[in-house]
């Protein structure tokens, strides 16, 4: 394996494949393959062998011809590639029922990831733990918790109209990146990396492409 210093931009597309083939790394790690080539990668979990092999050559030279990747040894690197081979906190602001959730699920709890806190603006549930232990903390004190305990990254389960003013509290507080479940589009702001998610849109998306099959098979003139 020849590494090489990453490329100073890596695109969207090609960081949702690598996470991609990472999450099917860990897959053949959790059963003990030890080396598998691109095209058996590509077939297992339909991938495309071509573009894992140009993807991958942005970071360095990996696998053997004739033998394929070394598993253990490309997930390490992949997982460093990614900044994933170091814990990083994150905050959850928000302690509602998409807050909570989040702040006690595996998926925000696993290798990469630890949720520290929950930050909330209403007093009754500041003091709490959620489900899984998570402190529920008074929003208004989180530039002070800042200084006790680093957190790189900042999830928004508020309403709508809070986000831009928590985002900046987030920000004034040394948070890096934000990613935000409220249906409103956050602007990235200086310094801070932004990701919005909205799942509503793949429902629309959904309700779009079944509008389509439902006007395809309706008789016309109906
Ligand atoms: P919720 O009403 O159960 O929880 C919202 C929480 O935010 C409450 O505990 C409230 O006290 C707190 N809050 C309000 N203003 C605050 C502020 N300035 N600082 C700190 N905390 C504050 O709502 P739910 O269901 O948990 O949803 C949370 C957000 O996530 C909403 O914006 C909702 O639309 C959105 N959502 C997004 C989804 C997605 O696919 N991206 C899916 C589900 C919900």
Redesign the pocket.
């Known amino acids: 394996m020849i590494e090489k210093d990453p490329p100073e931009s890596v695109s969207e597309a090609t960081t949702h494949r690598l996470s991609l083939l990472l999450r099917s790394l860990r897959v053949l790690d959790g059963e003990k393959v030890g080396t598998i080539s691109s095209q058996q990668l590509a077939e297992r979990f339909g991938l495309n062998s071509a573009q894992i092999r140009k993807d991958l050559a942005q970071f360095g030279e990996f696998g053997v011809r004739g033998v394929g990747y070394h598993v253990p040894e490309l997930k390490a690197r992949l997982k460093s590639v990614m900044g994933l081979d170091r814990v990083r906190n994150v905050w959850v602001?928000?302690?509602?029922?998409?807050?909570q959730a989040l702040a006690d699920s595996k998926n925000f709890n696993s290798e990469g990831f630890r949720v520290v806190a929950l930050?909330?603006?209403?007093r009754r549930?500041v003091g709490a733990r959620s489900r899984t232990g998570v402190p529920l903390r008074d929003?208004a004190t989180l530039k002070e918790w800042a200084a006790k305990e680093k957190a790189e990254i900042g999830v928004l389960?508020?309403?709508?109209d809070?986000v831009a003013?928590?985002a900046l509290l987030l920000r004034d507080a040394g948070v890096r990146a934000i990613l935000n479940?409220?249906?409103i589009t956050l602007a990235p702001l200086p310094d801070v990396v932004v990701k919005n998610?909205?799942?509503?849109l793949f429902l629309e998306n959904l309700s779009f492409q079944l509008a389509k099959s439902d006007a395809g098979t309706r008789p016309k003139g109906g």
Not at 119 to 122: E, I, M, N, P, Y
């Open positions: 602001v928000g302690a509602g029922n998409l807050g930050f909330d603006s209403d549930k929003v389960a508020v309403p709508a809070a003013s928590v479940f409220a249906p998610v909205d799942l509503t």
